[in-house]
Nanobody, 119 residues
Framework: QVQLEESGGGMVQAGGSLSLSCAAS????????MGWFRQAPGKEREFVAS????????LYSDSAKGRFTISRDMSKNTVYLQMNSLKPEDTAIYYC????????????WGQGTQVTVSS
């Protein structure tokens, strides 16, 4: 089993920044990728950013491009999401996810961390 623990959520005013982190532990395969998703009230969960291969390469949603940056520390099995220029529409629960490189599905999910952006 794999456990994912997010941290760093909170409340910020529009235009501000927040940084999220997610640490993975447990039976992690040698080739995995991690990413971030979010779910706003009344909406479906949506993709935010992820790595698409174990040695790098980041993908972003259109809403995240230019404002959010995903990074990682492989030695700590940790992924980060730096969010700048936050907007009220970024308000959501942010989830960390992990999958094996060979898997088409995100197999493991964190419990989520709330991000609230006030106008």
């Amino acid at each position: 089993q794999v456990q994912l623990e997010e941290s760093g959520g909170g409340m910020v005013q529009a235009g501000g920044s927040l940084s999220l982190s997610c640490a993975a532990s447990g039976s992690i395969s040698s080739r995995y990728v991690m990413g971030w998703f979010r779910q706003a009230p009344g909406k479906e969960r949506e993709f935010v950013a992820s790595f698409w291969r174990s040695d790098g390469g980041a993908l972003y949603s259109d809403s995240a491009k230019g404002r959010f940056t995903i990074s990682r520390d492989m030695s700590k099995n940790t992924v980060y999401l730096q969010m700048n220029s936050l907007k009220p529409e970024d308000t959501a629960i942010y989830y960390c996810a992990l999958r094996d490189v060979g898997s088409r599905n995100w197999d493991y999910w964190g419990q989520g961390t709330q991000v609230t952006v006030s106008s």
